[in-house]
């Protein structure tokens, strides 16, 4: 059967004047971008006063990611957006706040504790199969709906329904549409006196106020003895090594924060456009299908020990992650002179690893743009994705909920796809970088439930 190639983005033509590449960026990143990014080593970038690198080769990738992260530190452009919502959050901070925040954070996160936050991803599952209707839906808000919900049961032991749950997830739908992943204004490095309108700000406050009630309480509740065995309680008793201290009120809401953003926007991104990938090739759905019943039976509960076994599933996840990286870019920024590919990069440039360009490079890929979960059973395919592969990020700043997003987004496609059988709708979705890429007008698919 004929492989799919699921909707990309346009680019733009290369001649297009620094005027209209400013207007296309403000509509969407990705269509402010030239096609030649798809087989460039690296570009540079000049805008009027600093030049940015958008880099591709793989040895370049891994020295500012995984060698030398300190001469390569997180951009102060992305804090300049994220700040009123995730604070010095460990998404933001460079440096030693950083290490202290990862050292207190990683061990909730091990992969021997996924186990324990595996009953609360399937409870929000379950709930997620009774809510769905069949006919035509809009998928990319039941999605996010569901991996919402997934993070407040494994942090916080409460589902969704629960108002204030609701509320947070209702300010952060409000707060993705209104923000956009970069400011332009930072990107060109405009001085810090162009007064900049970060749209989100109030619903920031919004979510922030209710973050906090929720880990007063909790502090509350450990100090009383009487605190969940979830994962808000594991980061909050957990002590630094170095310093003997855990994490104030302040520091826990910025670290919760970062945890709905990073957690539920990114999870559900990936399932929406894994579903529209599924829906589009009755093959691959099919093989899920046969494959789950085979491993978990037609009607039997889902457990931790299924999840490793369904191979296909987990397959057709990291093609999702591939062809649709929720995290579409890093920003990072060189902290001195640097020499790249015989090019001065001057100390202040900023550095852009783009999962979205590496995904679909010609010279990594075979047909690159194709939806083709088979083929990460080739060694070549895995050889590639060494070097070609970050939907997670690499080095020290990898993703810290990597091992959780793959357990996830394994379970739940499995078990939507084995209770409903999905089809496209007229709509084509065409990818928009927002925090993470999202389609312009929704996914939409056609659900019917399995007899
Ligand atoms: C499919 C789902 C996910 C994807 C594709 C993803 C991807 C990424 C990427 C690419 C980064 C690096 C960003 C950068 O360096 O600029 C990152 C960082 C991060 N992610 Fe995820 N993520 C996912 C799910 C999650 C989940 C479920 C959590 C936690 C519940 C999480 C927590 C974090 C945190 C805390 C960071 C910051 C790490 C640091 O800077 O040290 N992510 N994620």
Not at 186 to 204: I, N, Q, S, T
Not at 267 to 277: D, Q
Not at 288 to 307: K, L, P, R, S
């Amino acid at each position: 059967m004929p492989r799919i190639k699921p909707p990309k983005p346009g680019s733009r033509p290369d001649d297009t004047s620094l005027l209209g590449r400013l207007k296309l960026f403000r509509a969407d990143m990705f269509r402010s971008q030239p096609e030649r990014l798809y087989t460039a080593q690296m570009a540079r970038m000049r805008t009027p006063l600093y030049s940015s690198f958008l880099i591709n080769q793989p040895d370049l990738v891994r020295t500012v990611l995984d060698e030398r992260p300190a001469d390569f530190p997180k951009s102060d452009i992305i804090a300049g957006t994220l700040k009123p919502l995730l604070g010095n959050s460990v998404f933001v901070t460079n440096g030693d706040i950083w290490d202290r925040q990862r050292r207190m954070i990683d061990p909730a996160f091990e992969a021997g504790r996924l186990r324990e936050s595996f009953a609360a991803m399937r409870g929000a599952g379950e709930a997620a199969l009774t809510r769905l209707r069949e006919g035509k839906t809009e998928i990319e808000f039941e999605t996010a709906h569901l991996a919402a919900d997934v993070i407040f049961r494994t942090l916080f032991s409460i589902p969704i329904t629960e108002s204030r749950a609701r509320e947070v997830f209702e300010a952060f739908r409000a707060y993705q549409r209104a923000q956009p992943l970069l400011s332009l204004l930072d990107l060109m490095r405009a001085p810090k006196w162009v007064p900049r309108r970060y749209r989100g700000r109030e619903h920031a406050h919004v979510i922030r106020t209710l973050l906090s009630a929720l880990v007063s309480e909790r502090q509350e509740l450990i100090a009383a003895g009487r605190a969940p065995d979830d994962l808000a309680t594991k980061i909050m008793t957990t002590v630094d090594p170095a310093t003997g201290e855990v994490f104030s009120l302040e520091d826990m809401v910025d670290q919760v924060a970062i945890f709905f953003l990073a957690g539920h926007e990114t999870s559900a991104a990936a399932l929406s456009w894994g579903l529209y990938c599924l829906a589009c090739d009755p093959e691959a759905q099919r093989d899920v299908v046969d494959e789950v019943h085979a491993i978990v039976g037609e009607q039997g509960a889902f457990e931790f020990a299924h999840v490793p076994k369904l191979r296909f599933t987990r397959d057709v996840f990291r093609e999702v992650l591939r062809l649709y990286p929720p995290v579409p870019m890093m920003v990072r920024e060189a902290a001195k002179p640097e020499r790249f590919r015989n090019t001065k990069v001057p100390p202040g440039s900023l550095c852009l690893i783009s999962p979205w360009h590496m995904h679909r490079h010609q010279t990594y890929w075979d047909a690159p743009d194709v939806f083709d979960p088979w083929r990460w059973q080739d060694e070549a395919t895995r050889h590639v994705a060494k070097e070609a592969y970050l939907p997670f990020s690499k080095g020290e700043r990898v993703c810290s909920g990597a091992g959780f997003a793959m357990l996830e987004g394994v379970l739940l496609l499995a078990m939507i796809v084995r209770e409903f059988h999905i089809s496209p709708c007229a709509e084509v979705p065409v990818p928009v970088a927002h925090l993470t890429v999202r389609a312009e007008n929704g996914i939409w698919l056609n659900l019917s439930r399995r007899v």
